[in-house]
């Protein structure tokens, strides 16, 4: 176990060294001077020159990361060019606010979805297996922005149950904050079920067919007891890792959501940021973003022991 969990944080040290050289590579090779850009066209040359001088632009490219690495690990991940704020506490704050819708849906769509494909793959071919795969297809086919506005139109427009607009912290107001996040939440835990109750399925249909589950039904076990004790436990390694993969894709993708919905999240900052050619905010988010797919995936993999016995034994 202690050599699993060896390796596999030994595999994330240069997963993220690759990660942070591909972040500072994407805004080099955004076409033109980025200090240009970011100045603007009435920015003279004096203003330009003194811009890439404070932020190491005349330097060499290898120079320029070293400081940007340097600078990072510290915690400066630069200033907002908008507003003059520190990048940093910028983007956690944010992010805290997409970890939350995020961290929510993908644990009710778990709950949701793992034991309805347990249960389609316990009673395959029949007509709850047929009606639950075919939900899941029809979730998973309708694209998250479409499922949201229709959201907003029914509860929103329609019946006036749900804000339309707005955000309200969970950390400043509990219950008024829930109230503003079920239509995003549920947008997305419509979604992911849709993933998730599918390859629940496909896992416990493939256990359902081994030898130790012919042996335990011989026994005399019942079938729930079959089910649930024992092929239940080895299904759900797959399922497991597909967990740890939507939840860092939403962390990635969860923008067109809180575009939707006018939430103040990492994706809608990144979103403004981009069209206010806010480069150091924009560096920053996809830092955070593919750092959070990088320690996501991690911890998948170290509980992974959990549910495959063979990974313990190594």
Known sequence: MLRFFLHRVAMAIPTVIIVSIAVFGLIRLIPGDPAALMLGDMADTKQIAELQSELGLDKSLPQQFLIWTENALSGDLGRSIVND?????????????????VLIAVVLAALLAVPAGVIAAWK??????????????????????????????????????LPV???????????????????????????????????ARASTLE?????????ARAKGLSEMAVLWHHAFKNAF??????????LGNLLGGIAVIETVFSIPGLGRLMVDSIFQRDYPV????LLFVALSYVVVNLIIDLFYPLFDPRVTAQ
């Open 85 to 101: 704020e520190p990048v940093l506490p910028l983007v956690a704050s944010r992010f805290v606010i997409s970890g939350e819708i």
């Open 124 to 161: 395959q071919n029949s007509a709850a297996d047929l009606a639950l795969v075919g939900t899941a297809t029809l979730l998973l086919s309708i694209p998250t922005f479409w499922l949201g506005l229709l959201l907003l139109l029914l509860f929103g427009l329609k019946l006036g149950w």
């Open 165 to 199: 607009l707005g955000y309200v912290s969970l950390r400043d107001n509990f219950t008024e904050g829930l109230i503003y996040i079920i239509m995003p939440v549920a947008t997305l835990v419509m979604h992911e079920m849709g993933v998730l109750l599918r390859m």
């Open 207 to 215: 256990v359902l067919r081994l030898d130790y589950i012919t042996h």
């Open 237 to 246: 390694g797959p399922t497991w890792t597909m967990i740890g993969l939507i």
């Open 282 to 285: 924009i560096q920053g988010c």
